[in-house]
């Protein structure tokens, strides 16, 4: 009797023991997933924003350099200018004022232009030529390849220098040109470059800044990028997103789900024990699956009881596989032509619509492929790639880099183009038309298929957005294809309603 009464004490204990670690098993499987899903969530998103700040930046470099070789080319080809050589060779001072004072009236965004000769005289009156004693004693000993200044003290009058030689035909060297740029022209730059919420900073050679816009508190990325012409350096930064209120609903929601599965797993597993080990048991394995990110197999139960409970579990292993499966596969990069996706391009267009609100002008483009079923049906799937993949080629080759080309879907494609007008587009469309073709013939492909267009443009302060913009530009290429196909349409309701 005792021997029995043992063994039944000794089983009791043993299964409330195995119960306990299961339980525990259950919980730490179900948050570490939960934990691994949210972590990895905002890693994605870290990377997502870290690779658009890197293109920001890119952008931002290349506009400030084509700013500064702007300059750079007018003080250059100033000093080669023939005139100016045989002035400085032959003419007399005055001359040689009278030619400072004709190419400063040509010069905006200025604060001074001047010559100064050989043996370091100015020619002209230094305050009248806009040269301070900062940037005459800079003018009297600078070489060509040290690093311009800037120069901060004067309200107003914030500019950088810039001096180059001018030499005879012999090479000797005639005297010197020097030229202050404003200060406001790179702000300018910077400020056209920042995006919403983002802060951009340039840093002289010191590390002290020169022109800003914007400005963030907190934790941010940055990024940072070197203007090695002038020994500057670039700084782009972004907020660090945090968890959103719908990002904390949907934990609450986790966490209120596994608190529901737990408890109803204690009442079933207090009546049946054994059959309820066993489901937990599957329970686990599935949630293993999820810490390994493998799909998770269907959880099926013997108790209709347990049904609920397993409807969950399954939903919620199939929500975390989908989701992973979502952002591993999730990219700004469409996989057959290499060119920006749909996600890209939304993620783009914002910044573009501000351009438009600035006062740039910005044309959308939706275009497609005219009988691309044709090309399926007739010649095969492989043959319609390829006439994508031959669009997708003549689309990179005919847009700039301030251009945004993507592929919405199947053969239709998207052109944000800025700093044309409507003759602009018509001549850039004839061209795609034309090499398109030209391309699909190069290719062995024998077919002959045109492309038609729609275009509309963003309108400035006006409640824009991406859905409007691409319904306008979808009117626009339905009225191509109705007109006979092969052709540029502009969107008739938006030019009405501007004539209007």
Not at 59 to 71: A, G, I, V
Not at 170 to 180: E, H, M
Not at 367 to 384: M, P, R, S, Y
Not at 398 to 425: H, K, Q, Y
Request: aromatic residues 6%; negative net charge.
């Amino acid at each position: 009797m005792n021997d029995q009464e043992n063994t039944a004490s000794h089983r009791l204990i043993s299964l409330r023991w195995r119960f306990l670690w299961f339980l525990v098993g259950v919980i730490g499987l179900f948050t570490a997933g939960m934990i691994l899903s949210v972590l990895f969530s905002f890693h994605s998103s870290d990377v997502a924003d870290e690779r658009l700040l890197d293109v920001e930046a890119t952008q931002t470099q290349s506009s400030l350099m084509r700013r500064w070789d702007y300059y750079r080319d007018i003080i250059d080809s100033q000093a080669r200018d023939p005139y100016l050589i045989n002035l400085m060779t032959q003419g007399s001072s005055e001359a040689l004022q009278e030619w400072v004072a004709s190419r400063r009236a040509l010069l905006p965004h200025t604060v001074g232009l001047a010559l100064l000769s050989a043996q370091g005289e100015l020619y002209g009156d230094a305050v009248e030529l806009g040269v301070g004693p900062s940037c005459l004693s800079y003018l009297r000993q600078v070489e060509p390849d040290v690093l311009a200044p800037v120069h901060r003290n004067s309200p107003g009058r914030e500019h950088v220098d810039q001096v180059a030689l001018v030499r005879n035909a012999n090479g000797v060297i005639l005297g010197k040109i020097f030229l202050g740029v404003r200060l406001t022209q790179l702000q300018r730059v910077v400020d056209d470059a920042t995006q919403p919420g983002h802060a951009i900073t340039l840093f002289d050679s010191a590390g002290l800044p020169i022109v800003s816009s914007g400005r963030l508190h907190g934790k941010v990325h940055e990024t940072s990028v070197p203007l090695t012409a002038m020994g500057w350096s670039l700084k782009v930064q972004a907020p660090v997103q945090r968890l959103s209120s719908g990002g904390w609903l949907q934990i609450l929601a986790g966490v209120m789900t596994l608190v529901s599965v737990l408890v109803f797993l204690v009442v079933v597993v207090l009546r049946t024990r054994g059959p309820l080990l066993q489901d937990i048991h599957l329970a686990l394995d599935a949630l293993g699956c999820l810490t390994r990110n493998e799909a998770a197999p269907s959880i099926k139960t013997r108790y209709i009881e347990f049904a609920p409970v397993t409807e969950d579990i399954n939903r919620i292993a199939q929500q975390l596989h989908d989701q992973r499966e979502q952002l591993a596969t999730l990219s700004l990069t469409d996989s057959l032509t290499d060119l920006p996706n749909r996600r890209a391009f939304e993620i783009q267009f914002p910044h573009m619509l501000g351009l438009a609100d600035r006062g740039h002008a910005i044309a959308l483009v939706l275009l497609d492929v005219d009988h691309f079923k044709t090309i399926n049906d007739e010649l095969g799937h492989a043959a319609g790639d390829q006439a994508l993949v031959v669009l997708a080629k003549t689309l990179k080759a005919l847009t700039r880099s301030s251009d945004m080309t993507s592929r919405l879907a199947g053969d239709e494609f998207t052109v944000l183009l800025s700093g044309l007008d409507n003759p602009g587009v018509e001549v850039w469309y004839q061209h795609l038309a034309d090499r398109f073709r030209s391309e699909l013939r190069a290719t062995g492909l024998q077919v002959d298929n045109t492309i038609s267009a729609g275009q509309t443009w963003l309108q400035s302060m006006a409640g824009d957005s991406i859905g409007k913009a691409l319904a306008r530009a979808d009117y626009a290429l339905y009225q191509a294809k109705a007109r006979g196909r092969g052709q540029l349409v502009l969107d008739e309701a938006v030019r009405d309603n501007s004539e209007g």
